[in-house]
């Protein structure tokens, strides 16, 4: 079975210190049931793909796990897929041959692996329990285009139909730390096997390397179930250490039902995403999240170092409450603690406190602002706070039309008080900034159609230099 990983990152070759592995030679390990190699099909400045293949040797797999396979057949412990598809033997050989870089370090080229970069991950035979419709729900909402080609079951008989094996290819931008946290987990998840007992080590494993994305993922329930073999008392144990229960309770205040309607796209994600990036960019230090919600946006923002300074503010408390349990603030340490304040304040009232920042987000906000008080937000962020850069997204009314669950006319969440045309908008940030002395561009975020545009709109505002 193979998994190789592509970049065009540029000098690409760098993927190799990343991997620690040096392109020019082949790599091998011994594992427990059989080898891992490492090796580079291609290595060029332009593009660099690294391979992962495994040997499985199946003859000491069943004697090594002897009563295992649930199958009864006595000839499918010798006589199966598992040396020929990816499964948790592929997630036990990315543990061990790339640990350093699972866990995101890398000692040639530190700031690379905290670098979004892109990546292409192809598995060659991957089952999916689920099929192809599963298989999209679990890497969409991270933010990948997935690519499947589907094997049938032989090719000498068509007529049997489909295997429920697949080829896939994903393709995201993103820290190579991340892609390989999402294969670890989501490989034996996929397969729904798993070639070794679960335990509660199963649960400190999958709450680390899900930590950053698992807690936010709509499948959440079923990835947990799934990675621990469906035993209940484990699974109910690791959701309840996800996220506690008072947090289910209130979830319904905050913006569920609209996570609902986008998330087949995994908007969110690629919007929070987009909106870090920019900022991160701009080289700001000192950053505000206006309306952060759950902190979301604060998390992937507490990521870089870049940041010393990162203020999250509500108007709501309890959802302040659920940012912070998020964020396991209790369980950060002191230097961490020190770079984040969450406050609680309304975006409609002058607030001292959020003067003098490089940057702020505004993301999916100003629709739940009731139209006469944005007047009042416009001083309140751009008079009174007047940051060096506004990041602020809002819905794309016009995209609506392809969104199928969501009925016509409809808002994408009850709480909006409206949603924009691109005009609107557009119209609504020039004037915003004409007034303000400001600079203002749109991007758009999300897949974009050629006719109704993206499904969220970005207005990035800099202040006019003075000089
Ligand atoms: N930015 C977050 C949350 C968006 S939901 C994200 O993209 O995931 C909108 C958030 O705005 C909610 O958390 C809501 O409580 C907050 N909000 C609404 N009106 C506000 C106001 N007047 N001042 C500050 N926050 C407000």
């Known amino acids: ?158 007529d049997w139909g489909d295997s429920r094996y697949f080829s896939v290819t994903l393709e995201s931008t993103l820290r190579l730390s991340e892609l390989l946290t999402h294969l670890y987990v989501l490989i034996p998840v996929l397969d729904d096997e798993k070639h070794y007992w679960v335990d509660e080590a199963e649960i400190r494993k999958l709450l680390k390397h899900g930590e950053e994305w698992l807690p936010d993922h709509p499948e959440q329930e079923t990835i947990v179930n799934r990675y621990l073999k469906h035993q209940r008392r484990l699974t109910r144990q690791a959701l309840t250490q996800l996220r506690d229960e008072e947090i289910e309770e209130v979830e319904e205040q905050t913006h569920e039902g609209e996570a609902e309607i986008e998330q087949r796209i995994g908007l969110n994600e690629i919007r929070l995403k987009q909106a870090a990036e920019v900022i991160k960019q701009s080289g700001a230090k000192r950053v505000l999240d206006l309306g952060c919600g759950e902190g979301k946006l604060l998390r992937k923002l507490m990521r870089e170092k870049q940041f010393e300074e990162i203020v999250g503010m509500d108007v709501s408390h309890q959802t302040l409450i659920i940012a912070q349990q998020r964020l396991r603030y209790d369980r950060m340490p002191e230097k961490q603690k020190e770079r984040l304040k969450l406050m609680q304040g309304s975006l409609c009232y002058r607030d001292k406190r959020l003067a003098g920042y490089d940057a702020a987000a505004v993301i999916e906000v100003i629709e739940h602002l009731d139209a006469p008080r944005l007047a009042a937000f416009e001083r309140v962020l751009f008079e009174f706070a007047s940051p060096e850069m506004v990041v602020l997204t809002t819905p794309n009314v016009e995209y609506n039309v392809k969104f199928e669950n969501l009925p016509e006319g409809k808002f994408r969440h009850r709480d909006h008080r409206f949603e924009w045309t691109r005009a609107e908008f557009q119209s609504w940030a020039s004037d915003v900034s004409k007034r303000f002395g400001y600079d203002v561009a749109f991007h758009p975020i999300g897949d974009t159609d050629e006719i109704v545009g993206s499904p969220t709109q970005m207005a990035v505002f800099k202040r006019e230099s003075h000089g």
Do not use: W
């Not at 010798?78 to 499964?87: T, W």
């Not at 970069?117 to 060659?124: E, G, Q, V």
């Open 1 to 158: 079975m193979l998994l190789t990983i592509t970049t065009t990152y540029s000098p690409a070759t760098d993927l190799g210190f990343l991997l620690h592995k040096h392109p020019d030679r082949l790599h091998t390990f011994s594992l427990a049931y059989g080898q891992a190699h490492v090796f580079y099909p291609e290595a060029h400045a332009d593009r660099c793909t690294a391979a992962l293949l495994l040997e499985i040797d199946s003859v000491g797999l069943v004697r090594k796990n002897r009563g295992q396979f649930r199958d009864s057949f006595a000839l499918a412990e010798y006589v199966n897929d598992r040396p020929y598809v990816a499964s948790s033997f592929m997630s036990v050989a990315i543990a061990k041959v790339f640990r350093n870089s699972l866990s995101g370090k890398s000692k040639e080229r530190p700031e690379l692996a905290d670098t979004p970069i892109p990546l292409t991950a192809k598995l060659s035979t991957l089952p999916c329990r689920g099929g192809e419709k599963y298989l999209r729900r679990l890497f969409e909402p991270l933010g990948y285009s997935v690519r499947t080609e589907r094997h049938g079951l032989d090719t000498q008989n068509p």
